[in-house]
């Protein structure tokens, strides 16, 4: 017998638009709570930074989105969009592009809440303050108005739902990076997620922090106007640096050993260099200030848990559940394939494991990643490098993915850190694998070749009884 029910999700980006979409289709009663005063969460570019541009401070007004100006998506339009409504170039836009621009992920978002009809669903301007349990499938939020927010529902208002879908995102609160001699450097130090133009850095020497996909583009963004970049990257190889063959000014050192009182920077590999700005592209935490279950679900060196596939805490399923923990993966897909998940469970139509089953699942991947990633920091990140392993039978650290494209030749190097390039070819590896339906998997690699992006699909028709991360839809 199914139930329906009334859940409350906080958030209208792309996670909580799906849940929203994919509850209601179920038969339960929606309510979407979002602080903001329109739908699209990260995707919603705003010129605005915080106060503090390391965000250090915890009393700072905080800006949602770490979207910068230049911003295109690092995944084809054809493998992003939802699976059932996809993110196809409008004809006569100005940008037909396969890896389009912040701005029209926006518009394929309102696009897709207009045409699903969710914007009746959703509460502008109120912001969830307190989610706390009355009983067993009990939740009390607690929502207050935003100052300056608009759109309908009650202020400091408390409610009671069946219950609760949290969609909140996870890249608002920066994580740094720890460098010796800091507090006596006199430069300026800065998050990416308070970076938006390059102009500010006219003629300045720059240190970036990371070498994911927001290093890589701001170093790239910046490059043009700043005298000098150097890319500080923990996957970097030790002895001298290496410049970037597509950039005179930017250099490639190991991490940072120390900075000091004078504004120089020393670097593992033995180089300094006089810096006038540090900016840390170094990742973000998770963070849920209102979600209060007595320590039930924690957050532990960006670990959230436990969680049974990223998604219900064992002990509180199927009343509390997260949408777009996991990361590495094709997101949008992912968060539809999750909220299916969710509102069937929520039904009855689809069975959890007992907690006792859903708990020894999680301490089983917990020791299987543990081997191969850095735990528990890793823990939402996908097991692509764990599934290659198992399906296609690397050993840790010694998978090699060789392609051609353009007559260059490309290598990847699947290893226990991730996806490193290994050719004087820049890239940029993301891939996900997920499954509609058991063994079948599908996944793409998005590369770049200097200043040129790539695709390739990758379909694996293959029995992997390790995935982790499947979810059964009928
Ligand atoms: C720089 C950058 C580049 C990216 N590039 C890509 C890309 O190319 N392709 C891709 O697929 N993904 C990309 N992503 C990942 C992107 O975050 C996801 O695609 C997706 O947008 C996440 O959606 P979400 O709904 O989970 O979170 P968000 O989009 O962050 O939405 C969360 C929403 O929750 C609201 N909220 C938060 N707290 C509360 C509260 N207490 N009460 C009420 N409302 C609240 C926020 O206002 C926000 O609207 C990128 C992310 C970043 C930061």
């Not at 949602?64 to 295109?72: A, G, I, V």
Request: hydrophobic share 40%; with cysteine; proline share 4%.
């Amino acid at each position: 017998m199914t139930a329906n029910r009334r859940i409350a999700v906080i958030g209208a980006g792309a996670s909580g638009l799906s849940a929203a979409r994919a509850l209601r289709q179920e038969g339960h009663f929606v309510a979407v709570f979002e602080r903001s005063t329109g739908i699209g969460g990260t995707w919603i570019y705003s010129t605005a930074v915080e106060s503090d541009h390391l965000s250090a401070d915890p009393n700072r007004k905080i800006v949602h989105s770490s979207l910068y100006d230049s911003l295109r998506t690092n995944l084809p339009r054809e493998s992003m969009g939802f699976y059932d409504y996809p993110f196809v170039a409008v004809a006569g836009e100005e940008d037909c592009r396969r890896f389009p621009g912040h701005r029209e992920v926006l518009r394929y978002l309102e696009d897709f809440a207009r045409e699903s009809g969710l914007y009746g669903l959703i509460r502008f301007g109120i912001e969830v303050v307190r989610v706390e349990m009355e009983g067993e499938g009990r939740w009390a939020v607690l929502s207050r108005r935003v100052a300056g927010g608009g759109g309908g529902g009650a202020a400091d208002e408390s409610e009671v739902f069946d219950g609760v879908v949290v969609c909140v995102g996870h890249y608002t609160e920066p994580r740094v990076a720890e460098i010796p001699g800091i507090d006596s450097w006199p430069g300026k130090q800065m998050h990416s997620h308070n970076y938006r133009v390059p102009e500010p850095f006219q003629g300045q020497v720059v240190v970036i922090i990371g070498s994911a996909s927001s290093a890589t583009d701001i170093s790239k963004d910046i490059a043009g106007l700043a005298k000098e970049v150097h890319i500080a990257s923990r996957s970097a190889p030790g002895g001298t640096p290496m410049k970037d063959p597509a950039h005179e000014n930017i250099f490639i050192h190991s991490m940072i050993v120390k900075a000091f009182a004078d504004g120089t920077v020393l670097f593992q590999d033995g180089s300094s260099a006089f810096v006038d700005v540090i900016m840390h592209c170094t990742g973000y935490k998770y963070h849920f200030p209102f979600l209060k279950t007595n320590g039930i679900v924690n957050v532990d060196d960006n670990r959230v848990g436990p969680l049974y596939k990223h998604v219900f805490p064992p002990l509180l399923a199927p009343y509390l559940s997260f949408i777009g923990l996991t990361t590495k993966m094709i997101p949008f897909p992912m968060f539809q394939l999750q909220s299916k998940w969710i509102a069937g469970v929520l039904s009855g139509r689809i069975k959890l494991p007992t907690q006792e089953e859903m708990m020894e699942d999680i301490s089983k991947i917990c020791i299987r990643k543990c081997n191969l990633l850095d735990c528990p920091k890793d823990t939402h990140t996908i097991l692509t490098i764990i599934i290659l392993n198992t399906v296609i039978g690397w050993q840790e650290n010694v998978g090699i993915l060789k392609w051609k494209s353009g007559g260059s030749s490309c290598f990847m190097q699947i290893g226990k850190t991730g996806l490193q390039s290994q050719t004087g070819s820049e890239m940029t590896g993301m891939m996900m694998i997920w499954s509609k339906k058991l063994m079948n998997i599908s996944g793409t690699f998005s590369f770049r070749i200097k200043d040129c992006k790539f695709n390739l699909v990758i379909l694996l028709m293959v029995r992997c009884v390790t995935f982790e991360n499947f979810y059964i839809l009928v």
